[in-house]
Structure formats: C-alpha cells, structure tokens
C-alpha cells in the first residue's frame, strides 16, 4: 500500500512540472508498457535537479530511466527553451563500441514516437573522419560515444565551445569503467565538462556490486553532496542455473580436458533452442569450441557464427545482425558480447568453464530474458570436474546477493599526464584551474601540491633523469601562462596515442586477395612459418608472408591447425567465488550437501578423504607427499591462482631462510604445490609462524622476482604516459623494440630517480591488483586463525592432480602430456 501511494505522489509531482510526463506515459502506454518504479524516481529526481547513479538489472528498462528523464524535461520546457547550438543536450558514455548502437536504436525509437526531431549520433573509434568533423560544428542533441572518443574531443581547438553548453552525462555501465583505468579518464573528463559549465548534471547506470555506493561516490564526487541520489531499481533477475553434469566422474581431474568431451550435449541444447549464446573465456577457448562444435553437427555451418574481440569490426557487424534477425541460431562468444550488443534476447546462455566471478556470470546468464520480470537460463559447462563445485557456488552467490566489489583506481599519474597532454595540444591549460577540476575528483582527491608540480615539470622537462633528452620535453609555457603543445609532430602522436586499453602488439590479417579478416597478437604469428596452417575467425588459414604488422594469409583446407592462443587468458578467482567454493566443500564435510553438482562430486571427494583430508570450516589443509619427480609440499587456501602465486612466492621464500633449498612453483585457483629436491621436516617448519603477516609488504617484494613483474607493469603505464609511442597507423613497433624502450627506462628510474611518481606507481599496482596485497593478508590472518592439518599420502591426491598437470602442462606436448597424464591416473587408481 505504501509503494503505491509512494508511485501515485511521484507521477503527481512529475505532471506538476508540465506536461512532459503525460506524454512520455502516452507513449509507454501504446508499446504495452507501463514506468516501473525505480524509472518514476528517476525522472522525478532529474527535474529535481539531482545528479544520481542508477542501480538495475540488465534488460529491466534502465536505459529509458535517464533517456526518458532528458526527453520529459524537454517536453516541459518546448515552447520557451531553445537547443543550445555548439553543444550537445546529452552525452552518452557507454564503456564498449557495440552497445552505443543498441542505445542510438533506443533513442531514435523514443524520440520517434515522442515527436521530437533531435538527431542522435554516436563517436567512437569506428566512426568516419568526415563524421566526425560535422559532429564538432553541427552536433547531434544526443552524443552516444567512449571514454577515449571524450578525450580526443578534447584534443581539438574550440573543445570548450561544444562542451560549454551539455546538460546532462550519463556514465553507463559504471560498474564496468570503475574498476579500471578507463573509469579514471571518464572522471577528468567530467572534471572538465563540469569545470566549464558548473550546472551539469551527472547521472551513471550501474549493475549490481558489492560497493555500490562507492561506486555512486565516486562518479558524483565533483557534485554537491546534498543533490545526489542512489536509485535502486529493487528488480532481482531470476536466473536459472543448470550444469551439464558429465556421464563419469573422473576421480583425478585435470584442468582443460573435460568441456569438449561435453560439445556433444551443448549441441543438444543447440537444438533445442531458438537462439544461444555459448560464452568462453578466451579467444583461443573460443576458436576451439566453434570448429568442434561444427564437427559434431555439421548441420550448423551457417546457423552459427562466432564473435571475439580480435575477429573485423565487419564480421562482428554481421554477426550481430544476423543473430538480431534470426537468420543464426547460435554464437560462440567471449566477454565481445557480455555487454548490450543489440539483439532479441536469446533463449539460452552456456557457460563454457568457470566465469571465476559471480557479477561476470550474472552479467552473461542476463544475456537471456533480457527483459523486465524475465528468468534467465544459463547452462554451465565445467572444463574439469572440480569446476562443478565453482558452479554450485556460483548458485549460491547469485541466491545471495554475493557479487565483487570493483576496486578503483587511484593517483595514476600515467593517466593524469596523458589528460594533462590532452589539453595541452588543443586549447593548452591553466595549471590552477585545472589542478583544483581534478582535485574535485574521487582518483586525484589526495595529490599534493609538490606532487602536482612534479607531473607539470615532468611535462615541460621530461623528469630528473630525462632532462637531457629533448623527446621527453613535450609541453611549454606559452607567454599567457597555458601549458600548451607547440610541436605539431608531438601533438600527433599524442592524439594516436590516447586511450588506456593496452594490449599486446596486434598484426593485421589479411587475405592475399586482400579482404581484412582482423587482428592477432604478434608474438603469436613470430612463432609460426610460411606454409603453417591456424584457425582463425572460423577459417584455417595457411601463412603466406608477413609484410610489416600485417601477415598475408590464404585459405586452407587442412583439418589441423595451431589455434592462436593469447596472453593473459587466465582470470583469476574472484574472492566472493573463492568464499562461496570454500562453503561447497564444507558442505561436504558437514554431510549438508544441496547441490547435485556437490552430490556427483562425492566418489572425488570420498577419494580425497581416503587418500588424505577434506579440510573443515576451521582447518587448513597441507599435503606432503614424494615421487620420482621429488618432494611435494602442497597448501590449499582456495583463494584464487592470483593470491597464491604471491603467497607460494612468500612462503618458498620464509622456508628458504630457515632452510638452504629452493623450489619449482604451480599454482591454480585451489592451492600452490612447492616441489625441491630435499626433503622437508614439515611438522617442524610449517606452523602458523610462518603465516604470520608482519612485514608483509617487504616479504612478497623480496619473495618474488618483483624486479621483473614491475617492468612488465611499466610497459603498460609507460605506454599510457607517453613515454612511449607504439607507432603510426599500419607502421607498429615491433612488441620487443616496445618491451626493450620501456625496460631502458624503467632501469633509469630505477637507479637515478627512484621517487619517480610512475615508478613509484608501477610498484603500488602490481602489489595492489596483480598480487592483491590486502586479500593475500586476510588469507594470512584466515589460516593463522585454523588449526593447520598436515597430511601425508602416499601419492598424488584429487585435489593436488591438477597442479601436478598444471606443471607438467609447461614441459609437455599435448600428445605426451595426455600419454603422461594416462599412466598418472591408472597408477592412482591402482
């Protein structure tokens, strides 16, 4: 009864304000809907004057909660108000280029039916020179662009004028932007926009996470604390989550074997449905599963398509399309289509092995019954046995609420200098009027006046160590006092340089007959030879030639072929699916199972237990074992590869100090394996001492080659400084000539100027995002806080298998790796 006199008081106040809503409503009403409540809020906090973060689900009508909130103001204003000219009404952020056409196509439709003749138009990477040109002298009422394309706006004289005058920004997926480097450049942006016209309005949409109000902070931090709002929609997307549960339970499992051998029973869910989305986690992952799937049903070849981030902007064009028409019935795809490319809903979603993090899964099954009130069906594929226990977590999760916080980037100061470049090649900048925009902002909050005059003199003089090379002096001090960019040569690179999504160095791909089939990762292609045959968007394709950054390739009928693979496939386990999988297992041992996923499990699971321990809810399980290969010291957090990678580094390193000996590493999401040569007294050794996480911080930099993780760092941020330049269209530097530039540099901070803000930078991400520092210590202080139970089988157990594969894996062929892994588990199973 409340929420309905509160919905009736709402729709009151928005037809006090003129006649706007009114005819929203009308609308609404002849496509069959009606305003949900969170979108009612929304509109009526706009007219309010309000800036806000929108929390909905996907396919619950958040887009229509904001669009609707400019259009009702319009209305209400259309007789006296005039467009402001030179600016647009409405700029629309959207984090990836696919889903700025599913917003034009929602706008256009809106403001077709409403009768209003603005234009909408979207900027990004892919739209045409001449197009963009018009868009600076002629802009659209709504501009649906990128946090990149903002930046590059910013690059041309008279920027000011066209953002003088915008009304309203809206951020969507704000919870995608935040937890990376780009959220950061969307922040400056709106410093600036808001520093030249202070009664803009900020407005972001955002899925669920687990800090969503800090998230909602963070965007609004530049507004007035007493005109922000959090809209929750209260819509929970029903999702249902079925495993394709294997004919056996392999008792040994092994990472990476099991999905195909389960293609088969995705093809009956093919079938079986209208439309399908099968998500992968990798490229490479995705290529395979599309060539065997078609092996298995050749009937699918030209019902399915496959979609990745490296396949032409005109395939992926295509496959849109056709699946928004019909004419396909199935997708393999990876994270390209996680987020609104415009099609129909789907009927179902597969999942090919774990997500490894709740909000990732939800974001996909969301692909399915995308719209208000609909389930979500999601199948879920494990690529080796223990995954089910991922997958009944999983279940759990989403039951609870349980999703991952998005950790924010702070102080990048490789960010800071590309924006403060920005500026400088256009319109140059005031350094105190700038310095006060970004110290409104949540990532620049804390920067100190040294530290700010520290980033301008490294622009003008290229830092300390650099001073005396005249390629690093890239800003000067006009005589107004603007930091301005006078070389044009600078200014270009700059421009070509703008963004902070840094991948490894692309090679084109070509057909001798010259059709542009998309992009590979070079080291990839130096590994292969003219005539070696690999698949590729669907196709096998022999190697031709290799002229500059583009291979030359022609079409192949061989049914063999290397699959490109790409670095950084793996995704770590998030610490939500790392608590829920921990909760599996207990389940296990408190005989309180209630997943068939847990229940199918058991032969494993009594295995293990027969061969050595299930851990309780306050153990901790080591394993210490010998073999031929020699002495396996095996711990299990069930943290996550990323946590244990730092954490098998740190306690390999506090054993070698006690003991002379050292250790080959494996690490996966469930626990790390040290393997020496010498025997170990582990009753004496290992005790929560060595747990403890009193300097910390200096043990895992001194435990890892922490030298080296940090130059692998710096390429990254070096690159987004400007440090340096990874070459004009069509003439990339090679990645080694890159890797070898940045190491130089990183060498001379390292040993002339080591306060060097981006040196100092590249130390904090890679402790704080690579080796997650924080969680590696409330993992400490977990294991401190259980009774530690040592345990000696007498071989390999279920749960150390996998690791032992893991190793192996590095050595091995495919072929002897499988042979290897055959005689493994008959001698175990004896």
Not at 98 to 121: F, Q
Not at 323 to 347: E, H
Request: with cysteine.
């Amino acid at each position: 009864m409340k929420s309905i006199s509160r919905r009736a008081s709402h729709i009151s106040v928005l037809k006090s304000y003129g006649p706007g809503y009114d005819v929203v409503n009308e609308w609404f009403v002849a496509q069959g809907w009606e305003p949900l409540d969170f979108q009612l809020e929304t509109w009526l906090a706009s007219l309010e004057g309000k800036n806000g973060l929108v929390n909905a689900p996907t396919g619950s009508g958040k887009t229509y909660s904001l669009l609707m909130a400019v259009l009702i103001g319009h209305l209400n204003h259309k007789p006296t108000t005039s467009i402001p000219s030179g600016s647009p009404v409405l700029i629309w952020i959207t984090p990836i280029r696919a889903l700025a056409k599913e917003i034009m196509l929602a706008c256009r439709r809106a403001l077709e039916g409403l009768d209003i003749p603005w234009r909408v138009e979207t900027r990004t990477g892919d739209t045409a020179t001449k197009e963009r040109k018009e868009q600076l002298t002629k802009p659209p009422e709504i501009l649906i662009t990128t946090p990149e394309s903002l930046h590059v706006i910013m690059t041309t004289p008279g920027y000011s004028d066209f953002y003088n005058n915008v009304r309203v920004v809206v951020a969507d997926e704000w919870h995608e932007l935040i937890g990376s480097k780009r959220g950061v450049q969307t922040e400056l942006a709106l410093s600036r926009i808001k520093g030249l016209n202070p009664s803009l309005k900020i407005w972001g949409i955002s899925a669920t996470i687990g800090n969503l109000e800090e998230a909602s902070d963070i965007l609004l931090c530049s507004t007035d604390p007493d005109k922000r709002v959090l809209v929750r929609s209260g819509l929970n997307k029903e999702i249902s989550l079925r495993s394709v549960i294997p004919d056996e339970i392999e008792r040994f499992p092994w990472a990476g074997h099991l999905g195909l051998k389960l293609a088969h029973r995705v093809v009956d869910i093919i079938r079986e449905s209208r439309s399908t989305l099968i998500f992968t986690n990798t490229r490479a992952q995705c290529e395979m599963w599309y060539q065997h799937l078609l092996e298995l049903d050749p009937d699918l070849s030209g019902l399915m398509a496959m979609h990745h981030g490296s396949i032409s902007r005109e395939l992926r064009d295509w496959v849109e399309d056709a699946l928004y028409d019909g004419k396909i019935r199935a997708v393999v795809c990876t994270s390209s289509l996680d987020l609104g490319v415009d099609f129909r809903p789907v009927d179902t979603i597969v999942q090919v092995g774990s997500p490894k993090g709740v909000a990732r899964f939800v974001q996909r099954a969301g692909r399915s019954g995308h719209q208000p009130g609909a389930q979500s069906s999601i199948w879920f594929v494990p690529t080796h046995a223990l995954e089910l226990v991922e997958a009944a977590g999983l279940r759990m999760a989403v039951s609870n609420g349980d999703l991952e916080e998005r950790m924010p980037y702070i102080r990048s100061f490789d960010v800071l200098i590309q924006y403060l470049m920005t500026l400088a090649v256009s319109e140059g900048f005031d350094a105190d009027i700038i310095f006060s925009e970004i110290r409104r902002t949540f990532s620049y909050s804390s920067l100190t006046q040294h530290e700010w005059n520290r980033v301008l003199s490294f622009l003008v003089y290229g830092s300390n160590s650099l001073q005396a090379y005249d390629e690093y002096k890239k800003v000067e001090i006009a005589q107004s006092g603007k930091y301005v960019v006078t070389d044009r040569r600078i200014a270009t690179k700059h421009r070509l340089s703008i963004g902070t999504i840094v991948s490894e160095t692309m090679m084109n791909i070509r057909l001798v007959k010259g059709t542009h089939l998309g992009s590979i990762e070079e080291w990839f292609i130096s590994h292969l030879n003219p005539g070696d045959v690999f698949w590729f968007s669907g196709r096998a394709l022999e190697l031709v030639r290799v002229k500059e950054m583009t291979a030359m390739v022609r079409l192949s009928n061989s049914k063999t072929g290397k699959i490109p693979s790409y670095q950084g496939g793996r995704m770590p386990l998030s610490s939500q699916m790392s608590r829920v999988l921990r909760e599996k297992i207990y389940s296990y041992t408190e005989d309180n199972i209630t997943d068939v996923e847990v229940e199918v499990l058991k032969p494993l699971f009594d295995m293990q237990a027969q061969k050595s321990v299930i851990p309780k809810r306050d153990e901790f399980l080591v394993e210490y074992f010998e073999s031929r290969e020699g002495h396996h010291l095996v711990m299990y957090p069930f943290e996550g590869r990323n946590v244990h990678e730092g954490m098998a580094a740190l306690i390999a390193k506090r054993l070698s100090m006690v003991l002379p000996i050292t250790f080959s590493i494996a690490m996966n999401d469930l626990g790390f394996e040290l393997l020496s040569d010498q025997e170990i007294d582990v009753e004496r050794l290992i005790t929560k001492e060595l747990f403890t996480t009193a300097n910390l911080g200096e043990d895992i930099l001194s435990s890892m080659n922490n030298v080296e993780m940090a130059r692998r760092r710096f390429r990254d941020i070096s690159r987004i400084s400007g440090l340096i330049f990874t070459g004009f269209p069509g003439k990339q530097k090679k990645e080694r000539h890159l890797q070898s530039s940045s190491q130089l540099l990183f060498d001379v901070f390292r040993e002339y100027e080591p306060d060097n803000l981006l040196y100092l930078q590249t130390y904090d991400e890679v402790m704080t995002f690579q080796l997650e520092e924080s969680r590696m210590r409330n993992c400490l202080l977990m294991i401190r806080d259980s009774h530690i139970l040592i345990s000696r089988p007498e071989k390999p157990t279920p749960f150390s298998f996998p690791l032992i594969v893991d190793r192996l894996r590095e050595k091995l062929t495919s072929e002897k790796l499988s042979d290897r892994i055959r005689k493994m588990t008959a001698e175990l199973e004896k």
